[in-house]
């Protein structure tokens, strides 16, 4: 697992300006600083919305006076369909796509504290679905298209966790680590970085350098997107709050 200790952000990243950046699964509680930053380097922003609520109208008014352009879709990534017209979407919008950040929470599994093994199977096939599927779809697209881009999957415990999200936490985060290192060493002759955020394996204090919310989360993948941070793939980042 990895912390920012010798990460140093920078207040303006120019090279981003016009990168083409797919952001999936916002919602009220993840997504929005992340948005912002990548609206504030005047990228070009592709904003999947689990649900079009008020506040998601709002985000892509607070975004678009920032980013040079700006798109929202909503609805849920479930069959494969979903992500491959999501991806179909980007690309008719802009042409393909330099960055992608996937945003997933963590579901308790059916049964909660009591639930069986295959229940909690389930719940972490649940977290990561959606994120790899579009992995899988965005990375075979820059290829295509010979992008040097970047992927970043962030996993999340919801607000007020409780010990059932944990379990499928901890274990998403260790499927999510091996997947992140595999994909990195096959995609990195290509040029594309993949890296992951998730839960700290353990709730306590956070060390020096962890990242410690969204804001920080937001700083690092500016910092991963951008030739700064061109060097860093196959990274497991953990997160201390929510």
């Keep these: 697992m990895t ?9 303006a990243y120019p090279d981003l300006l016009g990168k083409r950046v797919l952001i999936t699964g916002i919602d009220n509680a993840q997504g929005v600083d992340i948005a912002r930053a990548f609206a504030e380097q005047r990228t070009r922003l592709i904003l999947h919305v689990n649900e079009m609520t008020p506040e998601m ?5 607070i975004v678009s006076q920032g980013a040079l352009d700006v798109r929202l879709f909503d609805g849920p990534i479930g069959p494969t369909d979903d992500a491959v017209k999501l991806a179909r979407q980007t690309v008719q919008a802009f042409g393909g796509v330099d960055i992608v950040i996937n945003l997933a929470t963590v579901p308790a599994p059916k049964g909660g504290a009591a639930a069986r093994e295959s229940d909690v199977e389930e719940a972490v096939s649940e977290t ?19 992008t040097e881009g970047h992927v970043l999957t962030i996993v999340r415990l919801p607000k007020k966790p409780t ?3 944990r379990v499928v936490g901890a274990l998403a985060r260790s499927a999510l680590a091996n997947l992140t290192r595999n994909e990195a060493r096959e995609w990195a002759p290509h040029g594309i970085q993949i890296n992951a955020i998730a839960p700290a394996a353990v709730s306590t204090m956070a060390p020096f350098g962890a990242l410690t919310g969204e804001p920080d989360m937001a700083s690092l993948a500016l910092h991963l997107s951008s030739g700064e941070g061109r060097d860093l793939t196959g990274l497991m980042f953990e997160c201390y709050g929510e």
């Design 57 to 61: 109208e709002v985000l892509g008014e």
């Design 3 to 11: 912390t920012l200790e010798g990460i140093e952000f920078a207040s």
């Design 128 to 146: 990561l679905s959606a994120a790899c599927l579009m992995t899988k779809i965005a990375t075979n697209r820059m290829r295509l298209t010979m």
């Design 163 to 165: 010990s059932a999200h």
